[in-house]
Every structure is written in structure tokens, then in C-alpha cells.
């Protein structure tokens, strides 16, 4: 099984500062990429994947990540947050050996008005 | 519409007591799954169903069993409840067969937080 690592625990921001949120993985073959969010109180929805092809993917609400293969990394990023932006923030990975969608620790995210 | 829901949404039992969590997806998907989340938020899959088999069993104590009575269902019923299994379950499904599903992303419920005192 994978091994997802999510360097942060908790960031604490101001509105319109940049955020960029570290994941690692431990495969070294080919994987699916994923981070989700999850919203107080609500269930965990899908930010943005990465499957092939370009490694810069852009997902919904402004987010991007960028997927490195040299450093098995798949880095969260937006330009300028938002205080709807708080939450938490998962990083998953599955392979093609493992049909199963491993999780990172997840990371808080606050923003402050 | 809710793609994925459960119920209940939060369910409060004493230890001892055997309980039930129902999940329904109206999304048409033939897999779906059961997640943990524990107090630290950390997520962890417990099982798996593709169209009504089990595919995943994780290292989940048999008080644990899942029944999926058709693909659009999948309920997660517990025996002899304990402390520790208080948590947050969620309820997700994904398109497609056990290879297919490998490349689609997870349509989550909203969760059943349980609490057992």
C-alpha cells in the first residue's frame, strides 16, 4: 500500500496570502493523484486529480497542484486564499498495483479575515 | 439530489450495543467503499465492494461487517460497540469495476459520526 505524506500539519494564513501545501508518496511507479477537501461539517469533495499528461493540473475554486515525479511530490497550490478556503486538506494516491485510494494525514487549513 | 447519503448523521450508543449505518448512491457506480476517520481526521478504508462483492477487507475487527444487499447499497452494520470505535464513517463510491475504479475519484457521503459511550 501507498504511503502518503503531508508535510503540515496545520497553516494558519491571512486572506490573499499564498498557500502551498506539501504531499509525498512512496511508490515509485505509475499513480493516480488526488486532493480532496473537506469542508466543517461536510463530507470530502474532490479539489483536483492527476492521471497523466500535463503535470500542472488546475482544479476547481482557483486550486492547482503540480505533479513532480522526481520527487514523488504533488504539491497543493492557490495564488490568493480566501476565508471560505478553511478546511481540510487531503492528499491521496493510489497505484495500479494497489486498487486502494490511500490517504495522507490531512492538513488544517485557517484562514483569518 | 444527494449523490451519496447515509444515515444516521450522528449516532450516540452505549458500548455493548450493536448498531447500523446505511449507505445508498443514486450515481450509478459499482464500487463502493467504507472510511474511517478518527479523531485526528485521518481517513482510512475499511472496505470495499464491486457490485456487490467484497474486493477490500481491510485489517477491520470482525465486530465490523458490511452487507451490500445491490450495488447501490452498501451498509455497515457493528456488533459489541466499543470506545474505540467511535469516529467518523464515511460512505463513498466510484465509478466502474475494481480496474476502472483505479482511475476515478470518490463520491463521499456526509458522514455518520458515531459516538459510543
Known amino acids: 500500500a501507498q504511503s502518503v505524506s503531508q508535510h503540515n500539519h496545520h497553516v494558519i494564513l491571512s486572506e490573499a496570502a499564498s498557500l502551498e501545501l506539501g504531499c509525498n508518496y512512496s511508490?515509485?511507479?505509475?499513480?493516480?493523484l488526488f486532493w480532496y477537501v473537506q469542508y466543517p461539517g461536510q463530507h470530502l469533495q474532490l479539489l483536483l486529480k492527476?492521471?497523466?499528461?500535463?503535470?500542472l493540473v488546475k482544479g476547481i475554486k482557483g486550486f492547482e497542484a503540480e505533479f513532480i515525479k522526481s520527487k514523488f511530490s504533488f504539491n497543493l497550490r492557490k495564488p490568493s486564499v480566501q476565508w471560505s478556503d478553511t478546511a481540510e486538506y487531503f492528499c491521496?494516491?493510489?497505484?495500479?498495483?494497489?486498487?486502494?485510494?490511500?490517504f495522507g494525514a490531512g492538513t488544517t487549513v485557517t484562514v483569518r479575515a | 439530489d444527494t449523490a451519496v447519503s447515509q444515515t444516521p448523521k450522528y449516532l450516540v450508543t452505549q458500548m455493548g450495543n450493536d448498531k447500523s449505518i446505511k449507505c445508498e448512491q443514486n450515481?450509478?457506480?459499482?464500487?463502493m467503499y467504507w472510511y474511517k476517520q478518527d479523531s485526528k481526521k485521518f481517513l482510512k478504508i475499511m472496505f470495499s465492494?464491486?457490485?456487490?462483492?467484497?474486493?477490500i477487507n481491510e485489517t477491520v475487527p470482525n465486530r465490523f461487517s458490511p452487507k451490500s444487499p445491490d450495488k447501490a447499497h452498501l451498509n455497515l452494520h457493528i456488533n459489541s460497540l466499543e470506545l474505540g470505535d467511535s469516529a467518523v464513517y464515511f460512505c463513498?463510491?466510484?465509478?466502474?469495476?475494481?480496474?476502472?475504479?483505479?482511475?476515478?475519484?470518490?463520491?463521499f457521503g456526509n458522514g455518520t459520526r458515531l459516538t459510543v459511550t
Open positions: 491521496a494516491v493510489n497505484d495500479f498495483n494497489d486498487y486502494k485510494l490511500s
Open positions: 511508490y515509485g511507479g505509475t499513480v493516480n
Open positions: 463513498a463510491s466510484s465509478q466502474g469495476g475494481t480496474e476502472s475504479s483505479y482511475n476515478s475519484p470518490l463520491h
Open positions: 492527476y492521471f497523466s499528461g500535463d503535470p
Open positions: 450515481l450509478g457506480h459499482d464500487t
Open positions: 465492494y464491486n457490485n456487490k462483492e467484497l474486493i
